[in-house]
């Protein structure tokens, strides 16, 4: 009797199916979270682009609520970190511990290995701290007593940081802030929204306990990697290429800048407009997708001269006028 023929292999989603997964991910966040969804829309962008994010803003709009909130519509594990002046660098990627029944150092997993860190005010922790994230968010990987150590994969570190206070906080080097693939900045939600947030708490509504509110898991790992393969595909001209560099190197050129961005920031660019064109149904980018992203993956990268910040000049200003002079490819 002839064996049985093995079962068809599934076909994998298709793109269209693929974005419908994170379409969902973003109604389940909004369950939570009202007036945020520029900020989802990056989150995203980071997720299929293999970066990290830098969430700016003062304290109460949800900055740490959007990544929980994240963390909860998907099938990944997550780890929080509040950092703190104390923190040590063993307590974010772990360190050995002498076991004395085996008469040996073992090492045990610090908060780092996991697929999103939530890294919270990481501007309250000393530069030693800090830098403890510079090879997990670059390399992937931390080297402890000499062996490196993968990460999981996805691996997303979604940092906040408060704008407003100075006191007791340390300044991110600018080798940390070029690591973070974009830098989002949250603002007060306008008033219906603001309305919206009071009407859900005067509803019963728990920021503690997502699953109360009905934030599930929609997207698994699997999913995610074959929607990051999808934005890996898409295609750029060379028009599109020279265009990014062209407003990367206008940042060198302006007059108001003492450090523009280097061409990590100009890779960045095309990485995280390749994402937002697959986001958007299309296989090549276009200088809208470009354009679109060049605030979120630009702005954290530049270094203003003292006398133009003396005189009130913003990042954000420079750029939109660095759009608005670079000429377009047609």
Request: overall charge negative.
């Given at each position: 009797?002839p064996?049985?023929a093995?079962?068809?292999?599934?076909a994998?989603?298709?793109?269209?199916?693929?974005?419908?997964?994170?379409?969902?991910?973003?109604?389940?966040?909004?369950k939570?979270?009202?007036?945020?969804?520029?900020?989802?829309t990056g989150?995203?962008?980071?997720?299929?682009?293999?970066g990290?994010v830098l969430?700016?803003?003062?304290?109460?709009v949800?900055?740490?609520?959007?990544v929980?909130?994240?963390?909860a519509?998907?099938?990944l594990?997550?780890?929080?970190?509040?950092?703190?002046?104390d923190l040590?660098?063993?307590?974010?990627?772990?360190?050995?511990?002498?076991?004395?029944?085996?008469?040996?150092?073992?090492f045990r997993?610090?908060?780092?290995f996991?697929?999103?860190?939530?890294a919270?005010?990481?501007?309250r922790t000393p530069?030693?701290?800090?830098?403890a994230?510079?090879?997990?968010?670059?390399e992937?990987?931390?080297?402890?007593?000499g062996?490196?150590?993968?990460?999981?994969?996805?691996?997303?570190?979604?940092?906040?940081?408060?704008p407003?206070?100075?006191?007791?906080t340390?300044t991110?080097?600018?080798?940390?802030l070029d690591r973070f693939?974009?830098?989002l900045?949250?603002?007060?939600?306008?008033?219906?929204?603001?309305?919206?947030?009071?009407a859900r708490?005067?509803a019963g509504?728990?920021?503690?306990d997502?699953?109360?509110?009905?934030?599930r898991p929609?997207?698994g790992?699997?999913q995610?990697?074959?929607?990051?393969?999808?934005?890996?595909?898409?295609?750029?001209?060379?028009?599109?290429?020279?265009?990014?560099?062209d407003?990367?190197?206008?940042t060198?050129?302006?007059?108001?800048?003492k450090?523009?961005?280097?061409?990590?920031?100009?890779?960045?660019l095309?990485?995280?407009?390749?994402?937002w064109?697959?986001?958007?149904?299309?296989?090549?980018?276009?200088p809208?997708?470009?354009?679109?992203?060049?605030l979120?993956?630009?702005?954290?990268?530049?270094?203003?001269?003292?006398?133009?910040?003396l005189?009130?000049?913003s990042?954000?200003?420079?750029l939109?006028s660095?759009?608005a002079?670079?000429?377009?490819?047609?």
């Amino acid at each position: 009797m002839p064996a049985p023929a093995p079962a068809p292999a599934s076909a994998p989603p298709s793109n269209a199916e693929l974005r419908a997964a994170l379409s969902a991910v973003r109604t389940e966040v909004a369950k939570a979270v009202v007036g945020q969804d520029g900020a989802v829309t990056g989150l995203l962008v980071a997720l299929l682009a293999r970066g990290h994010v830098l969430l700016e803003g003062v304290p109460g709009v949800a900055k740490t609520l959007l990544v929980r909130s994240l963390a909860a519509s998907l099938s990944l594990d997550t780890k929080r970190v509040q950092f703190t002046p104390d923190l040590m660098p063993g307590d974010v990627t772990g360190s050995l511990i002498y076991d004395a029944r085996a008469g040996e150092f073992e090492f045990r997993d610090g908060p780092v290995f996991t697929n999103i860190l939530l890294a919270d005010e990481i501007n309250r922790t000393p530069p030693k701290t800090q830098s403890a994230l510079l090879e997990a968010m670059e390399e992937r990987q931390v080297s402890v007593d000499g062996l490196s150590r993968p990460l999981p994969d996805p691996f997303l570190v979604a940092a906040t940081m408060n704008p407003i206070e100075y006191e007791g906080t340390y300044t991110l080097p600018e080798a940390q802030l070029d690591r973070f693939l974009l830098k989002l900045t949250l603002e007060i939600p306008e008033r219906d929204a603001e309305i919206a947030v009071l009407a859900r708490h005067s509803a019963g509504f728990n920021p503690r306990d997502l699953a109360a509110a009905g934030v599930r898991p929609v997207l698994g790992a699997l999913q995610l990697t074959q929607a990051q393969a999808a934005v890996s595909a898409v295609g750029a001209t060379p028009d599109v290429l020279a265009y990014a560099v062209d407003l990367a190197r206008a940042t060198r050129q302006s007059p108001s800048v003492k450090l523009g961005v280097s061409p990590r920031g100009s890779t960045a660019l095309l990485a995280s407009a390749k994402a937002w064109a697959w986001l958007n149904g299309f296989d090549w980018i276009t200088p809208d997708h470009v354009q679109a992203m060049v605030l979120p993956v630009l702005r954290h990268r530049i270094q203003l001269r003292p006398e133009a910040e003396l005189e009130g000049v913003s990042v954000d200003t420079i750029l939109r006028s660095i759009l608005a002079q670079v000429q377009v490819p047609i």
